[in-house]
Structure formats: C-alpha cells, structure tokens
C-alpha cells in the first residue's frame, strides 16, 4: 500500500459523499418546484462526484503496478484533464444547439416585426 492512500481514500470518501447528498436533494425536492436548471446542476454535481471516486481510487492501483506514485499521479492528472475538457467541449455543443433551437424563432419575430398593423 503507498503512504499516501489514506488521503485518497478520504478524498474518495468525500466525493461519495457529496454524490449521496445531491441525489438526497434531488429525491426529497420532486415536484413542481424542480426548474430544469436545478436538476441540471444536481446530476453535474453526481456526475462531478463519481468522477472524482474514480480518479482517487485509480491513484493506488496505478501507483502499485508502476511503483512510482509521482507517476501515477501524472497520469491521473491527465486522466482528469483530458475529463474536463471533454466535459466542456459536451457543455457547448448542448448549448449551441438549444441557441439553434430558439433561432428560427427569433427569425420568425423579425418577419412579425416588419408586418404592419391595421
């Protein structure tokens, strides 16, 4: 076991945790009152939570089978590098696509617009 899996394992521990307490706000908020947005950010914080239990726990095993935990640390920071930025490239294309939803729409108004009233 290398020194340093105790801090890992709370580290995992935590971000269970936290995944558990966000599923927890998003069972006892049902109903109505649930915006889009707030279950949106619930399940990103699930997502973020897990993610994170991965990464931490993957340190030990990698560390073993390399024998360096510099190593496996560089390759879990890579790891978790190459996750957000495909996390983000996923958050824009999500987001240009609900902006191409609304423009028709908006095209659709400019054309209301430029109609006279009688």
Do not use: C, W
């Amino acid at each position: 076991m290398i020194p340093e899996a105790p801090f890992l394992f709370s580290i995992a521990g935590l971000s269970a945790s936290l995944g558990g307490l966000s599923g927890l706000v998003a069972g006892l908020r049902r109903g109505t009152d649930m915006r889009p947005v707030d279950l949106f950010r619930l399940r990103e914080i699930v997502e973020f939570s897990f993610a994170n239990v991965v990464l931490a726990l993957s340190t030990i095993p990698l560390a073993l089978i390399l024998g360096s935990t510099v190593d496996a640390a560089r390759i879990v920071a890579i790891a978790a590098l190459v996750y957000i930025l495909l996390h983000f490239v996923v958050l824009v294309r999500r987001n240009r696509q609900l902006v191409l939803l609304g423009r028709p729409m908006l095209a659709f108004l400019f054309v209301l617009a430029k109609f006279e009233t009688s």
